[in-house]
């Protein structure tokens, strides 16, 4: 199930970098500047919530509790996951936008192949997972606060 879930996972992800470096190729990297920033702030927070986590009392209290959906793992296996994936995947966002304006500056020519009239090279799949990659930053940015904030009332309740 779990192998399936990631070969889904990773189809999808293949034809949404296919579909933004085709069909919405546009010249907007000037924006990486601001998202390195937003990426840079979040990954600052993860780092943050995980220590604070780790000096909790309440993380002692999610050791203990075993999680739903896998029992060889507890709460806090589950918590910790969540915001070292997210650590990660912000921090290779990070260095893919750097890869980009490291090679964007050099005066390489790339093989360009036309699909559907439009040009497809090294530069612009990397631009467009990079754009991938940022949606998904974003979305894990909005599930760590929610996971961070039932932490921080759970952890005030028990307190």
């Known amino acids: 199930m779990r192998k399936s879930k990631k070969i889904f ?11 933004f470096a085709t069909f919405l190729n546009f010249d907007n990297s000037e924006a990486f500047d601001s ?6 702030i ?8 995980l220590s604070i986590i780790a000096s909790s009392t309440f993380s002692k209290q999610l050791y203990k509790i075993e999680e739903n959906k896998d ?13 070292k994936n997210s650590t990660l995947l912000f921090v290779a966002t990070i260095a893919l936008i750097l890869l980009y304006y490291f090679i964007d500056n050099k005066e390489i ?23 991938y990659l940022t949606i998904l930053s974003l979305w894990n940015v909005i599930k760590l606060l929610l996971i961070f904030s039932k932490f921080v009332i759970k952890n005030a309740t028990k307190g």
């Open 9 to 19: 996972w990773g189809i999808i992800s293949v034809l949404v970098v296919i579909f």
């Open 35 to 40: 998202i390195i920033t937003f990426l840079s």
């Open 42 to 49: 979040t990954t600052g927070f993860s780092i943050t919530a």
């Open 71 to 83: 029992n060889s793992k507890t709460l806090l296996h589950t918590l910790v996951y969540q915001f």
């Open 109 to 131: 020519i790339w093989k360009t192949v036309i699909v559907s009239n439009r040009d497809f090279n090294f530069p612009i799949i990397l631009k467009s997972t990079i754009w």
